[in-house]
Each structure stands twice: as C-alpha cells, then as structure tokens.
C-alpha cells in the first residue's frame, strides 16, 4: 500500500519532500527486506554532495542509474519499479542534462523490456506448448501497457502541459514508444511521423537546432494530420502543449507588439515556424471534441495580444454540426461567451486598435444563425469604417485590411453593398473620398484575386464611386486650405487617388452578356458633355481598363462578344463619317485633331476606338487553323463595317484600330473580303499616300495593313499599285525616315519583283542605312531586303558587283554593329545563292554564278585578312563560319587552299596563317 503513496509523490515532489521518503523507504526496508534494493537506489539517485550545502552527488547518481538494467526489471516487482520510474520521470523534468539523459536512458530500457514481454506473451499465446519465463512471470502485458498509459505518459504529459519541461526529452521517449509499443495508447496512429531518414523523422528534428528543420518538421505533422485524425489522448495532447509554448516562445523573441507589428530584421526563418506551429494547432483543433475545441480557444485568448492569427485559423476549422442539443450548447457558447469576449477586446489595447479581433468577430457570426448575424455585422462595419477617418495612416491601414478580411469571410457577393453603402456615408468630404476610392480598390484587389465573371452582379451600380474617384474633382470640394493641404501631405491615399485598376476588377467579375453595357454608362454619360484633353485622356485610360478587364472575363462568350462589339461600332458609326475625300490635306487633318479636344458632344468614336481595340485582341487570339463555319459567320459581317471605319474623320483613333483589326482578319478566309478588297486598297493607299512620315500610329497601322494586303491572295495588287506603294514620300527618304513598318512592306513589294527603276535607288539606301542605322531591328530588316534583292532581281553584273564591292567595303567599318550586319548579309547570301557545284540538280543563272564565282575569291581574301585585326569575339566567329560557307561554294577550292597554306608559310604572319588554316578546315 505504501509504494502506491510514495510512487506519485516521488515524481515532482521537493528536495526536502524526497529526502523524507528515501528515509522512510530506508526505514520500511529494515522491516521488509524485499525493499532495500529499492529503497537503496532511490536513495542514491537523489544523493546529496557531501562537499557543496544543496548540491547533489552526480557520480552516485550516474552509478545508481548505471546499475539498473533489464535484469534489475525481471528481479523487481511491478510496486517496486513503480518507485524506480518516478524517480526517472522527475530527473526527465531536470535542468541539468546529465540527469535527464539518465532518467530518459532508463525509460527507454524499461521500453524496450516491455516490447520483450509483450512479444513473449505473443509468442506464447500462438504456442501453447511454450511457457513464459519464471523471471518475468511477475510481469504482464496489461499491467505493462497500464503503467505506459497512465503513469508514464500521463507524467510525461502533465510536466509539458504544466510548463514543467519544454518537452524535447519526452517526445523522443514517445517516438520509442510509437517504435516499439504501438498498442500503447493507440501509438499506432504516429507510426507515419517516423521515418528511417531522420532529416524525414518528425520526432527528431521538431526540436532541432535548426529553424528550417522544425518548421518542415511541423508543416509535415500539420500535413499528415489533414489526412488522417490522430486519436485523442495524452500525447495529442502533449503535442498541443508543445506546438503552443513554441509558439508563445518565438512571439516573445520576435519582439511583436500588440497589433502585431514585427520589428525590423527578424529572422524569418523563425516566422516559418511560428507559421508551422499556428497551422499545426489549427488542423489538430479540426480533429478535436467540442470540449478539448473550446478549451484550446480560450487557451488563446489567455495570450489575446499575440494569438489572434492562431484563433482566426482554429475558427476556420469548426467542424461542428448543426441540429440536436449539442449544437445548441455550442451556439451558447459561440453567441453568449465567445463573441463578447472578442468584441470586448476590440479597443482593447494600450497603444492601439486591435484590428484582428473584428476579423475573428466575423467568424464567430459566420457561425451563428443568419439573422443574428447579420444584426450584428452592421456594427462592425460601421466602427472599422469610422477607423478610416483617423489621421495616423496606420490605423486606416489596419481597418482597411479589417475591412478586406471580414468581407473575405462574408462573401463579397452578399456585403460588399452594405460595405460600400457605409464608407460612402462616413468619407463624405476632402481627402476623405480619396480613402474612399483607395479602400474601395484595396477591398476589390484582396477579395478577388482572380476573375470570376459573376460577384459583382448584384452591386455594380454601386460601385460609382470608382466613377466618382476617378472622374471626380475631389480637390475643389470646400475644406479649410491649410488643413486640406496638411492632410494631404500625410495621406498616401491622395498621392494616386485616380486609380483606374477597380474597373479592371469591376469588368472581370460581372456577368458579361447583362452588364457590359453598364460597364461603359460612366464613359458614355461623359461623353454627353463638354471635353477637354483632360479629359478625353481619363476616358480613353477607363476604357482601356475596362477592355482589360472584359478580355479576363471568364463569362464572356465569344459570340456574344462580337456581338456587343459590333453594335458599338454600329450604334457610333453615323458620328465617324466626315468628307468623302480620299486625301485629306494637311490643313484638313489639322483640323480634325483640333475637334478631337474641343467642342460639346465632339469624342463619341471613343466608344469606336475601344470596342475595335477589343475585338483586335480577340482576333490575335484566334488561330488561323482553327475556324470554322460557325465564326466565320460571325467575324464575316465586320469587313464591311471596318471598310466604313476607314472613311472616319478621326483619324488617328477610329482608322488606326480598324486597320489592325484588317491585319488581323487578313489571316481568316472570309467571303466578304472579295467583295469589298478594291475599296478597302482605295482608302487605304490613300491614307498612306498622303503621309509625309511613317512616324504616326495611324501611317504605321496602314502600312502594316498594306503589307498583309501584298502578301494576301485575295487582295492581289495589281503592278500599277505596287509602284504606287514604291512611289511612296518615306521610300525616297528611308535614312531620315525609316521604321520596322515601312521596311516590311518594302520587303513584301522586293518579294512580288516589281521592276521599277526606283527600287533600285530605294534599295541602295536600304544598303547605307543596314551599316548605319543604331537599332538593331531596322538593320536586320535591311539586311532580310537586301538579300530578297539581290536574290529575286536578275541584276547586270556590274550592279551585283557595286553591291559586293560596298559588303567588302564595310567589313572595314567603322562600328562592330555595321560589320555584323554585313556578316549577317553574306552569311544569308550564301544559303540563298544556288550552288555552282555539279552535283547540285539547281544551277543559277549566268549572271549570279560569275559574279558569286569572282567574288568568292575575293571575300574570302578579304576576311582572312580581317581575321587577324577583329577584337570582337563574337565577330571573329561569324567571320570563320562565312569563309567555311564561303569554301563551299567557290568554282576553284584548290586555289583558295594553295593561298592558304602560302600564307601558312610567311614567317611574319604565321598568326594569320594559322587562323585562315583553322577557318579552312
């Protein structure tokens, strides 16, 4: 009887309390002799030093521990060793770790002897002919499993949950235990969590010295735990405790106050476990009773300031369901305890507002009947709100992500009205309709990360604040001035408060087909008045924004989209028409661009202009190879409405979008194309021939149009166009006045052959401006021309030598851009060029085969020579591989080879030698 009072005293009693109960052992052991072995040992493991006043005697300890085996186990009865492993249990909770690897050295011995006699027992139950052995005959499997169960787990669980120890001895004696007892305790169910590779092995690195290495220790445990529930019971809730006291650890050391706020240079490898350890609590909570469930949240809210993260997540794991009376007691707790307590804590804090508390409020009301919260989330809106009147930015910083987070959880296709409903009543005046706008577009941003075509049906009218915010001219609204400009000095909401992106959002997530038209009605009602330039700029930003977002739509149908496109077009097209004068004078463009900006009712093609942008877009997304009937029906009827865009008395904008939108269409095989290809040619050679440069939008959207219509075989121009196109203003001037648009038609009429003297001259400039030209885009396409050039026209061969001789010439040229494109030319010459070889089934013509013959020779002289004076790498190694190509396809290769191996042999250029020897071969 008295071993079942002094076992559970001895595992956390006093130093005094322990000296008493090895005395009485002493005592008890003069009468009952079985008990000296006993009361000896305890007695030496809690020796004191003789030597030092309150200091213990290590050397006899260790040798006391050292003297207990499994041997010491099979001759000890079970109250005997009850004594022996309390004593271990105590010392598991010492400072000094000599003891604790003592006491955690025999635990784990007395494991092991434990799995032994399990086994036997096992072993002897499949084989009754085999009896167990007389010396541990004493022992049975349920009084060991006993003694597991509910002494040493539950003292190893109660010293961590009582803060008595930090647990990292005690989870590996339950790693053994899961290792060799795994009927203990239900231990089975932690099996996953061991791993032979210890950097896998959660038990062994969830208090490694490494940051890194717990917090993918505990994110492996939160991960395994979603999977399958671990059973409730004394090491779940150990692990809890330790999850927790880790988590309360790292907050002190990473100096966060109480809104959270974390100081600058904190090691966020140590926020990696923080994280790990709030997610693990949070997906054991998903597994746990009401009861243990209730507890772990009020165990949070004892440390309010810095586990408001921890509680919003455990809220994210109710799992509780509705209906019978255990439901209605945990609405009890939720409605009448839980929820007060939060609100209670709102302005709870010292030195600010406690923001995370109104989020956490919002789900406890996720929670609660429908009515009942919604009674109460009027007036949670309504405090978050007024936080943004504040003048400390951050704490409308804080109410704003308050706002986002609650709306989040709330849905923002239920409450994003009643949100915007009560901003709009509270920011009524001066810099505050500029936090209107700014809080509105945060709330968009955070709450649809991505497009969903629909959340915003329902209060899309109310959202014209974003109208207001960007149209709005906040800044005459009356305010005393100094003020107005003191506030505005501090609030970064006013730095951008035009902000265009909640349109974007705005026309990504309603439904398409019922509110595009609304989406424009802000645009469309502006455009009903006066205009500005000002002004027309805001519009034509809100649209394109608004185009953006229709693109990311994903409620947007394709036809229905053509649709709405055309019938903007349509609907505008009587404001577009102007004279039917194919050529424009200058005066006359003038003047135009001059009605652009000013005037009443003068900017309607806006609406043009963007629905053309919109429907240019969607047709760079269509692939050539996969129409069908279906949509070509569809994209059909746009030929004749863009040939009437092309007549538009604005220019720049209307005529400009409709020939991209030609460009794009050119790649469809549409019927109406034959139909209407002689007057789209008219307007649009006449468009490009009265332009004075190739600089403007809408010079360059015509020649990219022209371009397609050259290479397009439904629109074959004729000779007589093609040297109209020729006789263009920018051809005869390319040096002063070239670009990539104008080069490519240039390119498309070399293709077509056109003989015409002028293009000889055009491409001689090409050759100058290929050399000179800085950017490297205009030289490539030089380049591309001059090679057609000389390989389409048949040329006399002086012409072709004067070409060859200006290559040779420049390989000397001043800057490595100028010699690499000339290396680029004769490198693409080459390949070009038919081989003069026999063996070739293809023979060029007389004139090439001479002049390529002749020159060869000399090119490749010429290169050699260059070989030893280029510094540029890169260029030395373009020109080897043009003298390899260049070997190819020379008449006579042994007289190149006999010049190689001359030069090989000069004494004073045995350098050079030695490189035309490497080019050769």
Known sequence: MINHIVSPLLVDAEPDVRLCICNLLESLAKIDFSLYRVAKCVSDMNATSPMEVDDLDYETIMDAYANIDVDFFNE?????????????????????????????????????????????????????????????????????????????????????????????????????????????????????????????????????????????AINSFAKEIKDSSLPEGVVRKLLVSIFFNMLLDGQERKGQDSKGRVEKGQNSKDENVLDACEEALASLSAHMSWNLYYALLNRCFQEMKRLWNLVCLIL??????????????????????????????????????????????????????????????????NKLS???????????????????????????????????????????????????????HHILSKCLPSPTGWKLDHCLEDLDVVEADILGDVDEQKEDKKDSIR???????????????????????????????????????????????????????????????LEGNPSVDQGDLFCFIYHRVDDNKSGLRGQKSSQPSKKKRKSRRIQDTSGAKSCPYLITVFALDLLHNRLNRIQPNNTNEELVSKLDPFVKLLVGCLSSVYEEDVVSSSNKCFTALLRLQLPSFKSEAREVKTKVL??????????????????????????????KLSSEELKMLIQFRMFSDLESDSSVASLSLLKAI????????????????????????????????????LVEFLVNYASSEKRLEGHFNFLQKNLSCEHSTGREAVLDVLQKLIHKFPDPNPGKQSKPSVGHQSVVGQQSQNLFIELALHLERENDQKLLAKICD????????????????????????????????????????
Not at 177 to 197: I, K, Q, T
Not at 390 to 417: H, I, W
Not at 891 to 916: D, F, H, P, Q
């Open 686 to 715: 006449a468009i490009a021939q009265s332009a004075v440069s190739s600089s403007s939008t809408l010079v360059q959207s015509c020649l990219k149009l022209l371009t397609a219509l050259v290479s397009n075989d439904n629109f």
């Open 316 to 381: 994210d794991k109710f799992h509780f369901a509705k209906g019978g009376e255990a439901h209605e007691e945990i609405r009890g707790c939720l409605e009448k305890t839980l929820y007060p307590k939060i609100t209670k804590l709102f302005d709870s804090e010292s030195d600010g507002v406690n923001f995370n508390a109104y989020v956490a409020a919002v789900k406890v009301l996720k929670l609660l009947p429908k009515e009942i919260m919604d009674s109460n989330i009027d007036s949670l809106v």
């Open 386 to 440: 007024n936080f943004l009147r504040d003048p400390m930015e951050s704490t409308r910083e804080g109410a704003r992500k308050a706002l986002a987070a609650c709306l989040k959880e709330l849905g923002l296709e239920n409450y994003l009205q009643l949100v915007v409903k009560k901003l709009v009543s509270l920011l009524t005046k001066g810099s505050e309709v500029h936090v209107l706008g700014y809080t509105v």
């Open 750 to 785: 070399v293709r077509k052959k056109l003989k015409v003297s002028k293009i000889y001259d055009v491409v001689d400039q090409v050759s100058r401006l290929m050399i000179t030209h800085q950017d490297k885009s205009i030289r490539n396409k030089c380049g591309d021309i």
């Open 882 to 921: 043009v003298m390899k190509l260049l070997i190819g396809c020379m008449t006579n290769y042994k007289s190149s080879l006999k010049l190689s191996l001359g030069w090989y042999k000069l004494e004073n250029s045995r350098v050079r030698g030695a490189k035309v020897h490497n080019a050769s071969y």
């Open 76 to 216: 000890s009865s079970e109250q005997h060793m009850m004594i022996i492993l309390s004593q271990s249990l105590y010392n598991m909770t010492s400072k000094e770790v000599m003891l604790k690897d003592c006491a955690c050295n025999l635990l784990c011995t007395f494991i092991e002897f434990s799995a032994s006699l399990l086994c036997q027992e096992a072993s002897a139950h499949s084989d009754s002919g085999k009896e167990v052995s007389k010396s541990v005959a004493r022992w049975t499997g349920d009084r060991v499993l006993w003694i597991m169960n509910k002494f040493i787990l539950k003292h190893i669980g109660d010293a961590v949950n009582n803060g008595i120890s930090s647990g990292k001895g005690e989870i590996l004696l339950i790693r053994k235990m899961v290792m060799s007892l795994p009927d203990s305790g239900n231990l089975a169910a932690f099996r996953p969590l061991c791993s032979e590779n210890d950097d896998l092995d959660f038990f062994k690195n969830v208090f490694n010295i490494q940051a890194h290495r717990r917090a993918k």
């Open 487 to 549: 506030r505005r000095k501090k609030k970064k909401e006013t730095i951008k408060h035009k902000s265009l992106d909640p349109l974007r959002l705005i026309a990504e997530n309603v439904t398409c087909r019922s509110h595009a038209l609304t989406l424009l009605s802000p645009v469309t009602k502006q455009l009903q008045g006066p205009m500005t330039s000002k002004l027309k700029s805001t519009l034509t930003d809100m649209l394109k924004h608004i185009a953006i977002g």
